[in-house]
């Protein structure tokens, strides 16, 4: 194999890179070239991502690339966080800045679309687990509130897609991002027109979707120019970054799950086929696209937001690096508290620490008031989290998971990937870290033919990368602490 190099933008709700991947002999070695804040800017009590400022940043990102390490990438891919999307009109101009997922303006929204299309129909038509933020439910919104920006679009981009836009003056959607949104048929690229009239949503603004790993077209002239690059194609990725990832998990054989830690802790299998029925209704898990066909079937869990808003607030008297943070939780007593992180409360507080101390004021819990006991009592919730999905999969497909791989940002946290293991019972494979940029980058490869399946890809991703393997301890206390989790989630 030949030398390749291609550039990964990969975008989380909280900062973004760009990062460099040289691949040869079925070996990845990633540079990182560029790193930026990405943060919501409230405007009139309204919650919006800076669309502009983030694409001057991928351009900034390749203009490095070529200027710092002398590469002229092979290509270039891009991949986001889901649901959130850009309104285009008919002069192919984006309407404004887009809403940010956690914007208050769904805070209803689901409610009220229920009065028109049960949750039974509207889950048997989208397969999609229901959080006020799908795309579907933020439509309604604008919709619901005559939204100027809306009214006048042409088309709809989801946040992938209109970066790739801005790089080609190609507007089409990538089959995984638009599976975030609840518009889709379950595990098919096809809108499903009946949730966009339950919604008073204009059929117009579906636009062609294309598989993962499809060429867009090459970067336009006056990018070339401003960043110094040849005419290199743009790949439409696995664009969403939970896809991405897990594209890069080095699993093999069967019966593995998978935990994308981040932002969002998204936990759960690869599925041949989406798996719709009264029971994952109930449990209310996703069916999302991936790759060749698969199916991402999953539940979409508060991860480390609630512990990274509590550091921000923190941060306002001294900052606390991770570590610290870590530490503090070591010395505080275990399972005195617990909070179910996916309760609303905690979608966009403003005040994390409080938000936490309220719920368990209000589940009538020990009131933790320490940064170690605040953020003990997130790790040891989302542990429990984890084994309460994980059952919740294993009752779903009949199917006993038997290894769990962690992967993303949270794979460097070893204090919880021990406490999941623990918790579940079954063995952890931490890593790799960086598994979205990394998903991005192979699908990149497969899209210009050096790989040739997800298989490949994989095996790319084993010889390239080590993980750490975390046995579960052999301790009572956490099978005792389950059943006082489990009662209040059931609460």
């Not at 030398?3 to 709700?13: P, Q, S």
């Not at 995984?176 to 499903?192: C, F, H, R, V």
């Not at 294309?210 to 070339?224: M, R, S, W």
Request: charged letters at 20%; hydrophobic letters at 40%.
């Amino acid at each position: 194999m030949s030398k390749n190099y291609f550039l990964a933008f990969d975008l989380g709700a909280s900062s973004g890179r760009a990062m460099l991947g040289t691949l040869e002999n079925y070996k990845l070695k990633l540079t990182e070239v560029h790193r930026f804040k990405n943060q919501m800017a409230r405007i009139h009590n309204s919650f919006y991502w800076n669309i502009f400022s983030l694409f001057d940043e991928l351009k900034t990102g390749l203009r490095k690339c070529i200027a710092e390490t002398g590469v002229q990438p092979d290509a270039i891919g891009i991949d986001t966080w889901g649901v959130d999307y850009v309104p285009v009109n008919k002069k192919g101009r984006l309407t404004g800045l887009p809403f940010a997922y956690r914007d208050h303006r769904t805070d209803k929204s689901m409610e009220q679309f229920f009065q028109r299309l049960s949750p039974k129909e509207t889950y048997k038509l989208s397969g999609i687990q229901f959080m006020q933020f799908n795309t579907l439910f933020q439509l309604f919104a604008s919709v619901t509130n005559e939204d100027p920006e809306l009214q006048t679009a042409e088309k709809l981009l989801f946040t992938p897609d209109a970066l790739n836009y801005l790089f080609t003056g190609i507007q089409k959607n990538e089959y995984t991002i638009a599976s975030t949104s609840q518009l889709l048929k379950p595990g098919k690229a096809a809108w499903e027109y009946q949730l966009f009239d339950a919604a008073g949503i204009d059929r117009k603004l579906g636009g062609e979707i294309i598989q993962p790993g499809t060429v867009l077209g090459k970067i336009l002239p006056e990018i070339q120019e401003e960043t110094g690059s040849k005419p290199i194609p743009c790949v439409a990725v696995a664009s969403h970054d939970t896809a991405s990832a897990v594209v890069a998990v080095p699993a093999d054989g069967e019966n593995w799950a998978y935990l994308s830690s981040g932002t969002w802790s998204l936990l759960g299998i690869e599925s041949s086929r989406p798996l719709v029925a009264e029971k994952s209704l109930e449990m209310n898990f996703t069916n999302e696209g991936g790759v060749e066909g698969t199916t991402r079937f999953l539940k979409n869990i508060m991860g480390m937001w609630l512990i990274q808003e509590c550091k921000r607030v923190w941060d306002q008297k001294k900052e606390l690096d991770w570590q610290e943070i870590v530490r503090l939780s070591t010395r505080a007593e275990p399972f005195k508290c617990f909070i179910n992180p996916d309760d609303p409360l905690f979608l966009n507080p403003g005040n994390m620490p409080e938000a936490i101390r309220n719920y368990c004021r209000k589940t009538s819990q020990y009131v933790p008031e320490t940064k170690g006991e605040i953020a003990r009592c997130i790790y040891d919730s989302l542990a429990m989290k984890y084994k309460y999905t994980v059952a919740q999969i294993e009752s779903v497909t009949g199917q006993t998971i038997e290894k769990l791989h962690i992967i993303g940002g949270g794979a460097n946290n070893e204090m919880l990937n021990q406490f999941t293991a623990n918790a579940t019972g079954i063995p952890v494979i931490a890593g790799p870290a960086e598994a979205t940029a990394i998903g991005n980058i192979l699908m990149q490869a497969k899209a210009l033919g050096v790989l040739k399946s997800l298989k490949e890809v994989r095996n790319v991703v084993q010889n390239s990368f080590e993980v750490k393997i975390l046995l579960p301890a052999a301790d009572q206390k956490w099978k005792k602490a389950f059943t006082g989790f489990e009662r209040l989630l059931k609460n």
